[in-house]
């Protein structure tokens, strides 16, 4: 079935009165949308900020009369905004697709070292005799294309995991514990403040014929506190910084610590946090986020 699609330009300010509007006129769904290409990495916590040029885009049933949704739209907007100009847009119409199908196609096995794949489960992976992860990401962030995923695999690539202990902190959907098991970890706990992730990270595990003792997965209030060989933690500069101590503790002297999320300018910060504790000593680049890793005294 085609649908209509009515796209708005809007200011921070006013985008939440267009979504009400639209909402009102019966939209399917509304979104928001980057205009300018002004992306916001990193946002202070308890704020949802939108970009200065921000796409206000409502989908409507195929039967809509778009002339009747726009007179309704000026209208409330002449409500609200006397004397000012109701904002620039484009009504079109779009063709239906299988947008979950067109997204999975697009999800190609990726490499990293030697040894190891990352591979949608629904496709063979390229080397059956190297250590394959294959992956559905579901719920939760993380395929191994963003960049911070993909500099923790290739730092996960080049180490030795023979027997080692590991906390996955901000796990998602398990990609990084479960390549750690695939390269020879003996066990991986999986931390993370959201529950899809926690779901995520069993059943990827699953799909890798790993058992849940292997990788046992909890809320960050419910996480055990014996340290391990390495702390991995691909979350965000400010959260990193604010469990600095938190992860030196879950760390045994002499072990290792890799963290992403990072966007370049805030490594600095990232690695004075650390240094209390670890010899923070390689700082890694791939486009604008870094990944820094360092060994505890």
């Given at each position: 079935?085609?649908?209509?699609?009515?796209?708005?330009?809007?200011?921070?300010?006013?985008?939440?009165?267009?979504?009400?509007?639209?909402?009102?006129?019966?939209?399917?769904?509304?979104?928001?949308?980057?205009?300018a290409d002004q992306p916001v990495f990193e946002p202070i916590k308890g704020t949802t900020p939108l970009w200065?040029?921000?796409?206000?885009?409502?989908?409507?049933?195929?039967?809509?009369?778009?002339?009747?949704?726009?007179?309704?739209?000026?209208?409330?907007?002449?409500?609200?905004?006397?004397?000012?100009?109701?904002?620039?847009?484009?009504l079109e119409i779009l063709e239906d697709k299988d947008w979950e199908r067109e997204w999975m196609d697009r999800f190609e096995p990726?490499?990293?070292?030697?040894?190891?794949?990352?591979?949608?489960?629904?496709?063979?992976?390229?080397?059956?005799?190297?250590?394959?992860?294959?992956?559905?990401?579901?719920?939760?962030?993380?395929?191994?294309?963003?960049?911070?995923?993909?500099?923790?695999?290739?730092?996960?690539?080049?180490?030795?995991?023979?027997?080692?202990?590991?906390?996955?902190?901000?796990?998602?959907?398990?990609?990084?514990?479960?390549?750690?098991?695939?390269?020879?970890?003996?066990?991986?706990?999986?931390?993370?403040?959201?529950?899809?992730?926690?779901?995520?990270?069993?059943?990827?595990?699953?799909?890798?014929?790993?058992?849940?003792?292997?990788?046992?997965?909890?809320?960050?209030?419910?996480?055990?506190?014996?340290?391990?060989?390495?702390?991995?933690?691909?979350?965000?500069?400010?959260?990193?910084?604010?469990?600095?101590?938190?992860?030196?503790?879950?760390?045994?002297?002499?072990?290792?610590?890799?963290?992403?999320?990072?966007?370049?300018?805030?490594?600095?910060?990232?690695?004075?946090?650390?240094?209390?504790?670890?010899?923070?000593?390689?700082?890694?680049?791939?486009?604008?986020?870094?990944?820094?890793?360092?060994?505890?005294?």
């Amino acid at each position: 079935m085609p649908w209509v699609q009515i796209t708005l330009s809007s200011t921070p300010e006013n985008s939440e009165f267009l979504e009400d509007m639209l909402l009102l006129c019966g939209a399917g769904a509304v979104s928001m949308l980057d205009g300018a290409d002004q992306p916001v990495f990193e946002p202070i916590k308890g704020t949802t900020p939108l970009w200065q040029d921000t796409r206000v885009m409502g989908l409507f049933e195929a039967d809509t009369d778009g002339d009747v949704l726009l007179d309704y739209l000026g209208n409330g907007w002449q409500e609200a905004f006397p004397n000012t100009t109701f904002p620039s847009h484009k009504l079109e119409i779009l063709e239906d697709k299988d947008w979950e199908r067109e997204w999975m196609d697009r999800f190609e096995p990726i490499q990293f070292g030697q040894r190891l794949w990352v591979c949608p489960s629904w496709k063979p992976a390229p080397d059956p005799t190297a250590a394959n992860l294959m992956l559905d990401p579901g719920l939760a962030f993380g395929t191994g294309s963003h960049p911070t995923t993909a500099l923790c695999l290739q730092w996960i690539a080049q180490q030795d995991w023979q027997d080692k202990t590991v906390i996955d902190y901000g796990c998602g959907s398990g990609i990084l514990a479960i390549s750690a098991i695939l390269m020879g970890a003996e066990h991986v706990v999986g931390v993370d403040n959201d529950t899809q992730a926690l779901t995520a990270t069993i059943d990827n595990a699953q799909r890798n014929g790993i058992g849940a003792e292997k990788i046992p997965v909890f809320l960050p209030e419910k996480a055990p506190n014996k340290a391990v060989d390495v702390v991995l933690a691909n979350i965000l500069a400010g959260p990193l910084i604010e469990m600095a101590a938190r992860l030196a503790e879950l760390t045994k002297p002499a072990g290792l610590i890799a963290l992403s999320g990072i966007l370049e300018h805030q490594a600095n910060a990232v690695i004075e946090a650390y240094e209390p504790w670890f010899d923070m000593h390689t700082v890694v680049t791939k486009d604008e986020w870094v990944r820094i890793d360092g060994q505890k005294r």
